[in-house]
């Protein structure tokens, strides 16, 4: 479904702040394959994200997703087939426009938006459904404005606004890292449900082992722009932190990870 | 009425600016500045097409596709070339400039004789007054049009606009090319704008280079005030709080005019007005919808409270708005009689309508001396123990005992019959330092006039008075000094020394067989008339009196001053005192309204007949059944009331020639007198440049109906001439009221106008520099095409420069600021003479520019004669000095009578040569003797 290859970019060449983010990647996702990512802090795995949305042309390799070369296409076209959630619940919504309003611009993606109402009372009770699966008594709030929910409640309907027109491509971005334990554990639900029901192509950075181990049927690992290593198979789910964590040490004899990178890794996962 | 009309009016017009605001600002947080050069683009289309025949409602329409243009210029710069948002508005903005220029072919194009929009809706007019008919038109526009914008904003386009603004992340995420959206938000915005440009040019009657000026200010203006007002639940409050704030601006701008605020400050508060609102949302731009609604209400508090202290300090007139110190009025009056009780209540009254109210900011103690006079002593005692501001002693006495004893505050004194008699002062003008007041004392031989009219031949008259009151003797004196003309009318005095001694008196006289009463003003024959009138009856004895408030209290007449005016009069001293005057610099003043009462009943009961003549002059009549008349009759001279009335001398913007030119007529209506024969007052002016204060100014002299209007300057004449079409109006300082557009010819003009054009002197200016110059080939010009009157003399001069065989090199300029460039660029063609005419861009700077061309030798002429003092070498231009007293004359003939109607305007350049001698000998150039004897003035 996603092929990347030998993919490089580099922020703000030939200045002060320059930063080569992405060092020559090379992926392949399945189609309806579900892929963890985990690495450091500034490892380079939003910008392989952002990479895959469109939000920048690379320096040097290439994109395709279904086949086809995304040189060239910008984020907003490509958002016809890509979703994506944020860390950041503010991010996904706009906040001052109302609940009905935002789960309308989602579902008009890829459609010609013209000059006529089209959010009618039939697609409001359409919409209403939808959010009644989302088990966040949202379904009665419908003309409030984003700006009065929860940040567990702007995530789940972030994610429902991502799926609900079935992308190709499902791009989260820790989407769980900044809500409360409770909301993470009702927005991963939500998003196994969804993965399953749809068979989405998925592609999510967490910042939790378990997550990374648990989700999924592949964990790769960022580091310096490049992917260092890869888990898969049907033991994925059998594995231990602890497991993952020797896997780290052989990392280090192959002088692919420093022994400050494993401290880090520790700091940030466990 | 027609001023807050109008300010609604304008609130609506303007809507369409907050309109844009709102999208640019709030939706997109896109600060856009273009809107300030699209606004006028806006009106320049609009106006080219209207006078070309198309129909208003599509130059509209072509207004707003232009300004989209635009607008879509100024977002394409900013997301295609990254420029900053601010600095790409700023380039299309200044691009622009040229641009409107181009469309409109010159800086002014008058509206007034065609079918514009404004005219259109008055077709439908069911007979309703214009404006409130506008207002009806406009308030359903307005409704429609809001409509229509909300609507908008629930589409699906809409809704991806506001997405995009809200949170441009998301929108890309839903596939929005957030780019697109924004450049189509941009252009909108600057559509409506130019749609607000062109119905306020259809409005106002004419398109102007400058109108755009300030738009973005006072735009986001409105959408703050809007956005603190209303509860924005949905997007229809949103667009209604937008409509709203433009209104409320309005009125606040009508307020301040109407309080009397000079419009030059205006703008200013209006700047920190929005900058304290932005600081105060940008701080609070992290924290959440609520408390944003409740800081933008403390901002406004803030800019309020600014508004009011600034205004406070700068105008008095303001203070009863603010709290500030009470001032302590210290009145009193010797006794409890009716003149006294009149003048201390008119002053009371007064003062409340000046704005000076119990308890709030001032305190009153009134006392009364009831006629001891150690008790007067011992008020004014207490009045300085309780640190009285100002003392207003009512009476002789009073004014004595405070005159006397109060040295280092100011004393205000009323209802005082010849102050010079007990030495508070000289003449009206040399007096105490710290005291003034007002005075005044019945004239006893105009009195005498009418005793004599009413009783011809030999008689006998009574009179009766205290010896202990200094008011009284200088009456009495006065009387004895006019009968000095009168040999065959004999004086019987009969002195008092309390109320009830009158009757005894007053019948004692009748006794002695006079023919009538002729009572001074005395203060206790005042409180006994009573007795007098009852001793007279018997023997039928007329009285002549001068309680004027009493006409029917038994006199047959009364002739003197109301003692309102007195009171009146001294608590606008007390007024301009408090404001900063000094009591030094405020001569006393005599009453201004004197009454003559006659009473026909009593005149039927005594068997009199009172001749006709008098019967005209009487400006009260009692009629035989006792009943008041007000009569018809007005006095020919000094003294009789006449109604005040307003001349309103309205100046557009602060330059040499209109300050001069509004001298002239300043000092020409002063010196005719005829201001003080008729009581008129004049109020001066001014727009400082800004149209829509010369708007407001314009509405607001026709709603406060003043009596006669005087404009200076084209956009004063322009802006006057729409509103107006009552009130006489005289112009002054116009090149040329043709092409102003308010008139046809000069004889064919609205019934109400009339004035003088004053073409520059162009041809005879040409003719004299070849004339001064017989080898000159080459003449040198810096002009602004922004200038109408620039672009009328250049085109003349090109003319006559061909006419003289001269070639002519011009430069144009936008501003002051490019001159030194143009005049580079026209030193390169090496000109023989440098010359500028009716360009007030370049008369700026004009001593530079004439030192530069001194360095080159090249000799300056110019059209204004004053500027040979800034080193011009020959200037021949009109006198604006002469121009404005002859703007006088044809006012004051107006003020006397004649209709404006049946005068043509005139057309008048008195043409003054000015020469500069020493430069000449400095060049070597030699300047005809004839020229030298016919200079009005020659710089040796
Ligand atoms: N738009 C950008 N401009 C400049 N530098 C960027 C940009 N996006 C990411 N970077 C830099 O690239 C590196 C990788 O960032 P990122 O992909 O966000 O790391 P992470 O793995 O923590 O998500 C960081 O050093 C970051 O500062
Ligand atoms: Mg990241």
Known sequence: MIRISDYHKTFNAGTLNEVYALRGINLRIQEGEFLTIIGTNGSGKSTLLNAIAGTFQPDRGTIAIGGKDMAGKADFQRARFISRVFQNPFMGTAPDMTIAENIHLAFMRGKPRHLIPGLTRERRDLYREEVRMLEMQLEDRLGNTIGTLSGGQRQALTLLMAVMNEPKVLLLDEHTAALDPKSAAQVVALTERFVARYGLTTVMITHSMQQALALGTRTILMHKGQVIEEIAGKDKSLLTTTDLLDRFADLRKQEKLTAEMIEEMRREYL | ?940
């Open chain 2, 1 to 940: 009425m027609e001023l807050w009309v109008g300010a609604l009016n304008l609130g609506f017009l303007y809507a369409f600016v907050a309109f844009g605001i709102y999208i640019t600002f709030r939706i997109h947080d896109f600060p856009d500045i273009t809107v300030d050069g699209t606004f006028t683009t806006g009106a320049a289309v609009t106006s080219v097409l209207v006078v070309a025949g198309t129909h208003p409602l599509l130059a509209v329409l072509a207004s707003f596709v232009a300004c989209m243009a635009a607008g879509s210029i100024t977002a394409l710069i900013n997301t295609r070339l990254n420029v900053n948002s601010l600095l790409a508005g700023i380039l299309v903005m200044t691009g622009l400039y040229s641009i409107n220029l181009h469309i409109m072919g010159r800086s002014n194009i008058p509206l007034l004789n065609t079918s514009e929009f404004f005219t259109l809706l008055n077709r439908a007019n069911p007979g309703l007054p214009h404006e409130p008919w506008t207002a009806i038109c406009l308030t359903l526009i307005m409704a429609a049009s809001w409509l229509a914008v909300s609507f908008f904003f629930k589409t699906d386009l809409g809704l991806s606009m506001r997405a995009s603004g809200n949170n441009p992340i998301m929108a890309r995420a839903a596939g929005i090319n957030v780019d697109r959206v924004k450049i189509f938000g941009v252009a909108l915005a600057n559509g409506l704008v130019g749609i607000s440009g062109s119905l306020v040019a259809q409005y106002q009657g004419f398109a102007d280079i400058g109108m755009g000026i300030g738009t973005v200010v006072t735009g986001l203006a409105s959408v703050i005030i809007g956005e603190s007002i209303l509860k924005k639940h949905s997007i229809y409050a949103w667009i209604a709080s937008a409509v709203i704030g433009s209104v409320i601006f309005r009125f606040m701008i009508a307020i301040a005019l109407y309080a009397g605020m000079d419009p030059v400050d205006l703008k200013l508060l209006t700047a920190i007005f929005v900058l304290v609102t932005l600081i105060v949302t940008a701080k609070i731009a992290k924290g959440a919808g609520k408390v944003k609604r409740k800081h933008l209400v403390t901002a406004m508090a803030a800019a309020a409270i600014i508004f009011g202290i600034f205004a406070g300090v700068k105008y008095g007139n303001l203070t009863a708005f603010i709290p500030q110190k009470k001032v302590k009025i210290g009145i009193f009056q010797v006794s409890d009689n009716p003149i006294l009780n009149i003048t201390r209540d008119a002053f009371l009254d007064e003062m409340k309508r000046l704005g000076y109210v119990e308890g709030k900011n001032a305190t009153f103690l009134v006392e009364n001396a009831n006629g001891d006079i150690a008790t007067v002593n011992a008020i004014v005692d207490k009045f300085l123990r309780d640190k009285v501001d100002i003392l207003v002693p009512i009476s002789t006495a009073c004014t004595q005992a405070a005159s006397r004893k109060v040295k280092d505050r100011p004393v205000v004194f009323a209802t005082v019959a010849n102050p010079f008699v007990i030495e508070v002062g000289k003449t009206d003008t040399d007096h105490l330092p710290n005291v003034t007041g007002v005075y005044g004392a019945v004239p006893m031989d105009r009195t005498m006039e009418i005793v004599t009219k009413i009783l011809p031949g030999p008689i006998k008259i009574g009179a009766i008075w205290d010896p202990s009151q200094a008011n009284s003797e200088v009456n009495v004196n006065s009387l004895k000094k006019a009968l000095q003309n009168y040999p065959d009318v004999t004086f019987v005095g009969g002195n008092v020394s309390n109320s009830s001694e009158v009757y005894q008196v007053a019948a004692s006289l009748v006794q002695r067989d006079i023919d009538a009463f002729v009572l001074p003003t005395d203060n206790i024959v005042y409180s006994a008339f009573d007795s007098v009138v009852k001793a007279s009856r018997n023997r039928k004895v007329p009285i002549i009196f001068n309680d004027v408030d009493h006409p029917e209290g038994g006199a047959l007449v009364v002739f003197g001053y109301t003692y309102v005016t007195s009171g009146k009069q001294a608590a606008n001293l007390v007024d301009r005192i408090l404001k900063g005057e000094k009591p030094a610099s405020i001569p006393f003043e005599r009453y201004r309204e004197i009454v003559l009462g006659i009473n026909l009943k009593v005149a039927e009961e005594l068997g009199l007949a009172i001749p006709r003549e008098l019967l005209e002059k009487a400006t009260v009549i009692i009629d035989e059944s006792g009943t008041r008349q007000k009569s018809g009759g007005t006095s020919s001279r000094e003294g009789t009331p006449l109604p005040a009335k307003r001349l309103a001398l309205f100046q557009f913007t602060d330059n040499v020639i209109l300050d001069i030119c509004a001298e002239g007529v300043l000092d020409g209506l002063k010196k005719s007198g005829v201001l003080d024969r008729q009581n008129i007052a004049i109020d001066h002016k001014m727009a400082h440049g800004d149209f829509p204060t010369a708007q407001s100014i314009a509405q607001e002299m026709v709603s406060k109906n003043y009596d006669y209007i005087v404009t200076v300057s084209t956009v004063s004449l322009q802006v006057t001439v729409n509103h107006n079409k009552k009130i006489p109006h005289v112009f002054a300082a116009v090149t040329d009221p043709l092409k102003a557009g308010v008139a046809k010819s000069f004889t064919d003009h609205p019934a109400n106008l009339t004035g003088l054009a004053t073409p520059q002197p162009v041809e005879s200016t040409v003719r004299l520099m070849r004339k001064v110059f017989p080898k000159a080939r080459v003449i040198g010009m810096i002009w602004n095409p922004a200038e109408v009157n620039s672009e009328i003399c250049t085109v003349i001069t090109r003319e006559a420069a061909k006419k003289y065989g001269f070639k002519v090199v011009e430069v144009q300029i936008t501003g002051t600021q490019e001159i030194d460039q143009a005049l580079q660029s026209v030193l390169g063609d090496k000109p023989d003479i440098f010359f500028t005419s009716g360009d007030t861009t370049v008369s700026s700077v004009i001593p530079s520019l004439a030192q530069k061309l001194r360095q080159k030798r090249i000799p300056y002429v110019t059209n204004t004669p004053a500027d040979i003092d800034s080193g011009a070498f020959i200037c021949l231009g009109a006198d604006y000095y002469d121009v404005g007293l002859k703007t006088a004359d044809i006012a004051i003939r107006i003020i006397n009578g004649e209709k404006p109607a049946a005068m043509p305007i005139v057309s008048y350049v008195p043409e003054q040569l000015t020469l500069n001698l020493s430069l000449a000998k400095e060049f070597g150039i030699t300047i005809p003797d004839d020229l030298i004897r016919k200079a009005a003035r020659v710089v040796k």
